[in-house]
Each structure stands twice: as structure tokens, then as C-alpha cells.
């Protein structure tokens, strides 16, 4: 549980600095730049995790993609209700 935990608030906190790079490049929403780097993050931060420690990279794909999927929700809730006119 605190190994999924730790996984959501990395993903969470390095998506919004990804996202915020691309944005600061590209005009692109705050949503979409987000989820641009929740996928970037999605495929490092397994390789990192793996790396660095004895867990099989299956295990830690699954974790950091539990992770990826509660940072998109995360994401998705805390989106700008506003419509483009």
C-alpha cells in the first residue's frame, strides 16, 4: 500500500513538471501537457525503479502504473471546468 502510495505522488508531482516543460513549449492545454507526461513517466520510472533496486520490472510496472492511473484521475478532477468558446 505504501509502496502505491509513493508510486501516485511521483507520478503525480513529475507529470505536472514534464507537463509544465511541454507547456512552456508547445500550446497545448494544462490537461493534455499533463498527460503527456503521466505516458513519459509511465515508461521511465519503472526502468529507474528496476534499476535501482531487486523488485522484477513486471512488479514495478504494474506498481507505477496503479500510480499512473490514480495521477490521471488526480488529474482529471482537478482539470479546469471552463469550455473554450
Known amino acids: ?41 509511465m515508461f521511465v520510472a519503472p526502468a529507474i525503479y528496476f534499476l535501482t533496486s531487486d523488485t522484477p520490472y513486471f512488479q514495478a510496472f504494474f506498481t507505477y502504473g496503479l500510480g499512473a492511473l490514480i495521477a490521471g484521475t488526480i488529474f482529471y478532477f482537478s482539470r479546469s471546468k471552463r469550455q473554450p468558446s
Open 1 to 41: 500500500m505504501a509502496q502505491l502510495m509513493g508510486a501516485s505522488i511521483v507520478m503525480t508531482f513529475t507529470s505536472i513538471l514534464i507537463g509544465w516543460m511541454i507547456k512552456k513549449r508547445s500550446d497545448m492545454s494544462i490537461f493534455a501537457s499533463r498527460l503527456i507526461g503521466l505516458t513519459v513517466m
